[in-house]
């Protein structure tokens, strides 16, 4: 059973490629951010956790083995993994399975890696592979010309403005109640 939580989600959208330059933020470490390929389902759902449990990520917990391993293994979904000091501090999803429209599904970090400038850098990463294309990427095929997200109410509070900043448009919002498995609560 779980608990009804009224939530706000803002869509947001970017028709236009930014120019963006991506630093890693002064004194951060050793970063590396990494192409999961074929990741197995145990380590996403770690970091699906450790990244979403503080805003109440739970869509994919609830989802078995086999429909979690077809989205994330699908050539048109792209993970990338952000690790600093040899540990992982958060990710990204790309779904390219509508291109040329691009959405980002998932990206955050971890809470040891908040408050470190690391998720404008994460999200400027996100926002350059998205616009590269995957077809594209792969020797043509369709260029992107729209990448778009979504946020709600229970996301990290800078979250919004941070996307807003980085150069994605709300476009438009909605009002809804989500149940709240209790364990995330």
């Known amino acids: ?33 990494i192409r999961a390929i074929d990741m197995p389902v145990a380590y996403y759902r770690y970091l699906f956790d450790q990244v979403g449990r503080p805003w109440k990520w ?50 955050g970090l971890t809470e040891n890696y908040t408050g470190k400038g690391l998720g404008k850098f994460l999200l400027a990463n996100a926002i350059q592979r998205a616009w590269q294309g995957q077809d594209e990427r792969k020797g043509g095929g369709q260029k992107t010309t729209r990448v778009h997200l979504q946020t709600c109410t229970l996301d990290h509070p800078r979250a919004l403005r941070l996307y807003q900043k980085m150069g994605f448009a709300p476009f438009s919002q909605e009002k809804t109640v989500l149940d709240i498995p209790e364990h995330f609560l």
């Open 58 to 107: 739970f869509s994919r917990t609830l989802m078995s083995d086999e429909a979690l391993a077809a989205i994330i293994h699908d050539d048109a979904v792209e993970v990338f993994v952000l690790y600093l000091d040899g540990s992982p501090a958060g990710y990204f999803e790309l779904d390219f399975r509508s291109s040329p429209d691009v959405e980002i599904l998932f990206i």
């Open 1 to 33: 059973m779980g608990v009804s939580t009224p939530v706000t989600i803002t869509y947001l959208e970017m028709t236009e490629e930014p120019l963006l330059t991506v630093h890693p933020p002064a004194n951060s470490g050793q970063l590396g951010l």
